[in-house]
């Protein structure tokens, strides 16, 4: 099992444009999260998919959309960028059986806007 | 609103020494409490939990509700255990998110 995994590892976006990034999450795990990671900071709760749904949400705007599919792989989708947006984007998973399930963390997306 | 301290950016010390890597947190509910760890050019990888009381490569943690603290202790640094630690906290009342505190870059010197 590869563990979770994103794509891709890196890109390069100008202000304006809308970015999509991918997960696959672990084998097993039904329930995808997604972070954002500023330099010199810990990760920020975005969103959280489970069942294709999205469960919760955190502070960020709705620029920020996701989405998840029948085999649990998810997608963050990003638009209007702004500098701002630069940032480490990571994807954990999780077995969403019950409370307080540990998250498995891939390796990120690093987005940098120009 | 919940929340995840640690005060250090930067803790360093030499190998064999103790370690102690602080975390406080605010919350009013019952917290689920975790350390990341992520070493050099690797993913964020979770070190322990303190539902589970393991001790993990020689770090235990224990949570002080009076304190709110959930301290991450080693008796014996190793240079191995240099790497970027990261506190979280999850309201498993509000679903399954992780608020982080800002992490502690751990250096261990020879």
């Known amino acids: 099992d590869a563990g979770v995994t994103q794509s891709p590892t890196h890109l390069i976006k100008t202000r304006g444009q809308q970015v999509t990034l991918r997960c696959s999450p672990k084998?097993?795990?039904?329930?995808v999260s997604w972070y954002q990671q500023a330099l010199g900071q810990g990760p920020q709760f975005i969103f959280q998919y489970y069942e294709e749904e999205e469960r919760q949400r955190g502070n960020f705007p709705d620029r920020f959309s996701g989405h998840q599919f029948p085999n649990y792989s998810s997608e963050l989708n990003v638009n209007a960028l702004l500098l701002g947006d630069s940032a480490l984007y990571l994807c954990a998973s999780s077995s969403g059986t019950g409370v307080a399930d540990t998250q498995y963390f891939g390796p990120g997306t690093r987005l940098t806007v120009l | 609103a919940q929340r995840v301290t640690q005060p250090e950016k930067l803790l360093s010390v030499f190998k064999g020494a103790p370690v102690e890597l602080k975390c406080n947190y605010s919350y009013s509910g019952s917290p689920e409490l975790f350390w990341y760890v992520q070493y050099s050019r690797q993913r964020l990888q979770l070190l322990l939990r303190h539902i589970s009381r393991e001790s993990i490569k020689g770090f235990t943690a224990d949570l002080n509700k009076g304190e709110t603290s959930f301290h991450l202790k080693k008796p014996f640094a190793q240079e191995e255990d240099s790497a970027m630690y990261y506190c979280?906290?999850?309201?498993?009342?509000?679903?399954?998110?992780?608020?982080f505190g800002a992490g502690t870059i751990l250096r261990v010197k020879s």
């Open positions: 084998s097993g795990h039904d329930t």
């Open positions: 979280a906290l999850m309201r498993v009342e509000y679903g399954n998110k992780l608020v």
